[in-house]
């Protein structure tokens, strides 16, 4: 089968690998429909170095995409060839502390779909999950939409970690496809004071067509001023969704007394630094979000009720032989893109 795979440093390949077989009864072979190209599959582009640990290429990344069921174990019941699916892309042991207090994202066992080390990713013809980790997609529900929920499904979790009422004001700082989907989710939630940032004109706009109350690019103004001038006591959340430690710094500086930093965006330098001192001083809670806890079903019902519409946030799709021009455009945000994936 046809593979793209990251080989070094800015080096997409397209790669022939043998088709993956089932590893158990209860596991299926999929088919590769969209395959969106996630922030931290960027980061193993990027960088040679995640998080403090090298990165061991040749990898085969990718976990955001919805899938054709090709083949099904014989323990599969639920499932047949040619059923259309969304994929949790993480699988978690069930029982291990994490997993038997719920926390399943934090398992001690997991394994993510096209995380180096730990599964080969989507970014392929075929791959192979287990059935509990499909869900069978209704008719209404595209498979580029499909694709979309595992970003709104990140969002969703952090969403929900931050705990917060229809009368707070908040700030997202970073307006990629998660960013955006947070900014929608808050809209929903009924939020109204909304501020956003981000490096790109285009993911500036982005923000305000998501229905942030106000935009503006860091690279333009003193985002920091200009929504301390407007929200003079700061916000109750501050949604980091970069990574970067210019907007950690911001976010420190927006977030009132006794508000909370939710910590969505990964950094991709080992460590990153707070101003302590105010940090302290203003007894900022920092809530650090993981990935997702049983999100992408919820994510999928937004989807289906037309509560959250998704689908524009895909704007740029490539063929497999493109892969070094895809990762290229998402990595250097080229072109305005916001989402771009794989249609296979
Ligand atoms: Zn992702
Ligand atoms: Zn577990």
């Not at 980061?43 to 976990?63: A, D, M, N, R, T």
């Not at 014989?74 to 059923?83: I, N």
Request: hydrophobic share 40%; charged share 20%.
């Amino acid at each position: 089968m046809k593979a793209v795979l990251l080989t070094g440093l800015r080096q997409a390949q397209l790669q022939e690998k043998p088709e993956p077989e089932l590893p158990e009864q209860h596991w299926v072979l999929l088919r590769t429909k969209v395959a969106g190209i996630c922030g931290s599959d960027l980061h193993y582009f990027i960088s040679e170095s995640v998080g403090g640990e090298k990165v061991p290429y040749p990898c085969l990344v990718g976990h955001e995409c919805s899938a054709e069921v090709v083949r099904v174990g014989s323990a599969v019941r639920q499932l047949q060839p040619g059923d259309r699916v969304a994929v949790e892309p993480s699988i978690s042991c069930g029982v291990c502390d994490q997993c038997l207090a719920g926390r399943f994202h934090t398992c001690r066992k997991i394994k993510f779909l096209g995380h180096p080390g730990e599964l080969d990713g989507c970014l392929a013809e075929y791959f192979v999950m287990p059935a509990g980790n499909l869900i069978k997609l209704p008719p209404s529900i595209t498979l580029e939409e499909a694709m979309l929920a595992e970003p709104l499904s990140i969002a969703l979790h952090a969403l929900n970690l931050a705990g917060l009422g229809p009368n707070d004001r908040v700030a997202v700082l970073g307006t990629g496809p998660i960013g955006l989907c947070l900014i929608m989710l808050l809209r929903h939630q009924g939020l109204s004071q909304i501020f956003a940032t981000d490096r790109s004109e285009a993911r500036v706009r982005a923000a305000l067509q998501a229905g942030a109350s106000w935009a503006a690019s860091v690279e333009q103004e003193d985002v920091v001023q200009e929504i301390l001038s407007r929200q003079p006591l700061g916000l109750e959340a501050v949604f980091e969704v970069s990574g970067d430690q210019e907007a950690i710094d911001q976010s420190v500086d927006l977030v009132r007394p006794g508000g909370r930093i939710i910590q969505v965006g990964i950094p991709v330098p080992e460590r990153v630094s707070y101003q302590i001192a105010r940090l302290r001083r203003k007894e900022v809670t920092i809530i650090n979000s993981r990935r997702q806890n049983r999100c992408l079903e919820p994510a999928l019902e937004l989807i289906q009720d037309k509560k959250i519409e998704v689908s524009w946030l895909l704007t740029h799709r490539f063929r497999l032989e493109e892969a070094q021009q895809a990762f290229t455009t998402a990595a250097d945000r080229l072109d305005g893109v916001l989402k771009a994936a794989f249609v296979l």
